[in-house]
């Protein structure tokens, strides 16, 4: 595979690389899908070779894991440094002007939340390495973990529109790695990916949400 015909050119989180969905354009993916909310079929999200593409570059990451997590994050809070306060919730006057973008992250993370979001990222690698290995293989548990998982980060007060950030910013942290193997069609497989991740997310959130307003209307007909 190389790299031939692939445009690098300034994308929407800045700099140089891949160019990337916005998260307007993953919406739009994801509406397309005529599955039920109970239940996402990977067909409607990847071909086949496209996830035999994802193993082959999961294999090239595997050793940058760590790094990438950590870029990621990175990324998405100096773009949408709003989306800090779910990384430390209560934040002091003083903290919150520090969510302006001419403030470095460095500046804004103190020792025990810095390891807090190496962790975090840990987790997050470690989440998209589960769902990588396990395509053609168990698809029913990627559903089950992630819909879980969902569910998990509508309980932390999470928006579902922070876990849509994700994507976009996992892919610009990736093309350094993967640069020289990088192609359109590989690019779309991770947009791809990143679509049915997120699908699954937006169920367990639901589910979660539904759950908790369902007795406050459950009788109100009867």
Same mark, same amino acid.
């Given at each position: $595979?190389?790299?031939?015909?692939?445009?690098?050119?300034?994308?929407?989180?800045?700099?140089?690389?891949?160019?990337?969905?916005?998260?307007?354009?993953?919406?739009?993916?994801?509406? $397309?899908?005529?599955?039920?909310?109970?239940?996402?079929?990977?067909?409607?999200? !990847?071909?086949?070779?496209?996830?035999?593409?994802?193993?082959?570059? +999961?294999? %090239?990451?595997?050793?940058?894991?760590?790094?990438?997590?950590?870029?990621?994050?990175?990324?998405?809070?100096? *773009?949408?440094?709003?989306? /800090?306060?779910?990384?430390?919730?209560? !934040?002091?006057?003083?903290?919150?002007?520090? *969510?302006?973008?001419?403030?470095?992250?460095?500046?804004?993370?103190?020792?025990?939340?810095?390891?807090? !979001?190496?962790?975090?990222?840990?987790?997050?690698?470690?989440?998209?390495?589960?769902?990588?290995?396990?395509?053609?293989?168990?698809?029913?548990?990627?559903?089950?973990?992630?819909? %879980?998982?969902?569910?998990?980060?509508?309980?932390?007060?999470?928006?579902?529109?922070?876990?849509?950030?994700?994507?976009?910013?996992?892919?610009?942290?990736?093309?350094?790695?993967?640069?020289?193997? +990088? *192609?359109?069609?590989?690019?779309?497989? +991770?947009?791809?990916?990143?679509?049915?991740?997120?699908?699954? /997310?937006?169920?367990?959130?639901?589910?979660?949400? !539904?759950?908790?307003?369902?007795? *406050? +209307?459950?009788?109100?007909?009867?």
């Amino acid at each position: $595979m190389g790299n031939a015909g692939v445009k690098e050119k300034s994308n929407i989180l800045g700099g140089r690389g891949p160019v990337v969905e916005t998260i307007a354009q993953l919406q739009t993916h994801q509406a $397309m899908s005529s599955q039920p909310k109970s239940s996402v079929d990977t067909t409607n999200y !990847l071909s086949k070779k496209q996830k035999d593409l994802l193993k082959r570059a +999961w294999v %090239a990451l595997h050793n940058n894991l760590s790094s990438v997590g950590m870029t990621t994050f990175i990324k998405m809070f100096e *773009t949408h440094p709003e989306a /800090l306060k779910f990384m430390i919730p209560k !934040l002091t006057q003083e903290e919150e002007k520090k *969510t302006q973008p001419n403030y470095s992250l460095d500046s804004r993370l103190d020792p025990w939340h810095s390891e807090k !979001l190496r962790e975090h990222a840990h987790r997050i690698m470690k989440t998209v390495s589960d769902v990588i290995s396990l395509l053609n293989k168990d698809e029913e548990k990627i559903e089950e973990m992630l819909v %879980a998982l969902g569910g998990k980060h509508h309980g932390f007060g999470v928006h579902i529109e922070i876990l849509e950030l994700m994507g976009p910013h996992f892919i610009s942290a990736i093309y350094p790695t993967l640069k020289e193997t +990088w *192609t359109e069609e590989l690019q779309e497989a +991770w947009q791809c990916l990143f679509n049915y991740i997120i699908a699954l /997310l937006h169920i367990g959130f639901d589910q979660a949400l !539904l759950a908790k307003v369902k007795p *406050t +209307w459950i009788n109100y007909f009867d």
